[in-house]
């Protein structure tokens, strides 16, 4: 079965530093991942994903992420914080399922704070 | 371009009881993804419709239930609540049951049990 873990529970960066907030998955098959932001009390906001093609994926707001097959990686990306980016961010795998469907499956969350 | 639309955005309900929560996709979206949010526990996927049948189904008890309409909007049901089941519920969609589509949130409905 396929599974997506975030390894910190929270990030902590100065505005302007580059940041990463790290996911590896495990899949059967290929990889279908995505980022997701969520600010406090409000719904998810797609980020990007990577289906296939280029390792490097730009996405909003001024993020990337990086596919690693050999290291089943995806860590999120942006060259400089701010402090608006603080929020929870999640990654998620899609699992393919036998019977034709599939679910999103998402990563405990990493909470990223950025000071000022 | 509306966005998934969520009701009710709170809900209060006693131990026991009812709760409807409803979901309106995208427009062009026919598939409906329901998802529980509760506090320390993530995103527990809880429903998947599509063209109006159950396609997928997370680790719930019979007693979350729900159903698609014609008009390709949700409704999720739990009956019986617990306190456990204080949570926000998160509703998603996409186009067609295509393996790379992107889903979409919604703002959430908070559902209170006391």
């Known amino acids: 079965a396929q599974s997506v873990a975030q390894p910190e529970d929270q990030v902590n960066v100065a505005e302007g530093n580059p940041l990463t907030v790290k996911c590896t998955y495990s899949?059967?098959?290929?990889?279908?991942l995505f980022w997701y932001v969520q600010y406090p009390n409000r719904g998810l906001q797609f980020l990007l994903k990577?289906?296939?093609?280029?390792?490097l994926v730009k996405g909003s707001y001024g993020f990337e992420a990086e596919f690693n097959k050999s290291q089943t990686s995806f860590h999120l990306k942006k060259p400089s914080a701010l402090v608006s980016d603080s929020a929870l961010y999640f990654c998620?795998?899609?699992?393919?399922?036998?019977?034709?469907?599939?679910?999103?499956?998402f990563g405990a969350g990493t909470r990223l704070f950025v000071k000022a | 371009e509306a966005g998934v639309t969520q009701s009710p955005t709170h809900l209060i309900k006693t131990r026991g009881q009812q709760a409807t929560l409803r979901c309106s996709p995208i427009s062009g979206h026919t598939s409906v993804y329901w998802y529980q949010q509760a506090l320390g526990l993530g995103l527990q996927f809880l429903l998947w419709y599509d063209e109006g049948e159950e396609r997928n189904r997370g680790n719930f008890p019979p007693r979350f239930s729900g159903r698609q309409f014609p008009n390709y909007s949700s409704e999720l049901n739990v009956n019986a609540l617990e306190l456990e089941d204080s949570a926000l519920y998160l509703c998603?969609?996409?186009?067609?049951?295509?393996?790379?589509?992107?889903?979409?949130f919604g703002e959430g409905s908070w559902l209170t049990v006391v």
């Open positions: 990577y289906i296939t093609g280029d390792n």
């Open positions: 998620a795998v899609r699992d393919i399922g036998g019977t034709g469907g599939f679910k999103t499956i």
């Open positions: 899949v059967s098959g290929n990889p279908y």
């Open positions: 998603a969609s996409s186009f067609r049951r295509t393996t790379g589509n992107t889903i979409y």
